[in-house]
Nanobody, 126 residues
Framework: QVQLVESGGGLVQAGGSLRLSCAASGRTFSKYTVSWFRQAPGKEREFVAA????????YYADSVKGRFTISRDNAKNTVYLQMNSLKVEDTAVYYC???????????????????WGQGTQVTVSS
């Protein structure tokens, strides 16, 4: 098990940028596949982006492709989500999720992950 703590959320105007961080405890974080999900008010939680344990493979929801970038620094036990050209519809609570030694091909399903953070609020104003 690993503990995940998100940070970096806040209030930003449309068109602006934010960088979220997901900091993890544990010495084996480099073996975890990590994803970001988000949940807007009144909506179900949805997949945003994922990164493989090596960082060599990344995956994005169509709604954020070209605007968001997921990356990781295993030396710092941290995964980042750089969010550019933010839109009002990006407003949500953002969660990071992780799973160790994942060898599957599906990254966008919540049930893949067994470690979750508490979330960080991102609010984009018009």
């Amino acid at each position: 098990q690993v503990q995940l703590v998100e940070s970096g959320g806040g209030l930003v105007q449309a068109g602006g940028s934010l960088r979220l961080s997901c900091a993890a405890s544990g010495r084996t974080f480099s073996k975890y596949t990590v994803s970001w999900f988000r949940q807007a008010p009144g909506k179900e939680r949805e997949f945003v982006a994922a990164i493989s344990w090596s960082g060599g493979n990344t995956y994005y929801a169509d709604s954020v492709k070209g605007r968001f970038t997921i990356s990781r620094d295993n030396a710092k036990n941290t995964v980042y989500l750089q969010m550019n050209s933010l839109k009002v519809e990006d407003t949500a609570v953002y969660y990071c999720a992780a799973r160790a030694y994942y060898s599957g091909s599906v990254y966008s399903t919540e049930t893949v992950y067994d470690n979750w953070g508490q979330g960080t609020q991102v609010t984009v104003s018009s």
